[in-house]
């Protein structure tokens, strides 16, 4: 089974991320609503979670809510 890549822009993900990324905003703009609302409350897990998000995103293994993966090129 082999995800398919996200319609949610990479650039846009992760330049959410690197800015706004300690209020989750990035997270809302892919679909997770939940756990959004987390980093917003915990401002981005203490900023362990945003500098894993980031990561994440950078090396394309991010997903939206449906798991698609926002890659490069998206």
């Known amino acids: 089974m082999s995800a398919q890549a996200s319609s949610k822009s990479y ?3 992760l330049v959410l991320a690197i800015f706004l990324g300690v209020l989750g905003i ?4 892919v ?13 981005g ?3 362990i979670w945003v500098v894993i998000d980031i990561i994440m995103i950078a090396v394309g293994s ?10 490069p090129g998206n």
């Open 11 to 13: 650039v846009a993900t």
């Open 26 to 29: 990035h997270r809302f703009y």
């Open 31 to 43: 679909g997770k609503v939940g756990t959004g609302i987390l980093m917003l409350l915990t401002a």
């Open 45 to 47: 897990g203490f900023g």
């Open 62 to 71: 991010f997903t939206d809510k449906g798991g698609n993966f926002v890659k």
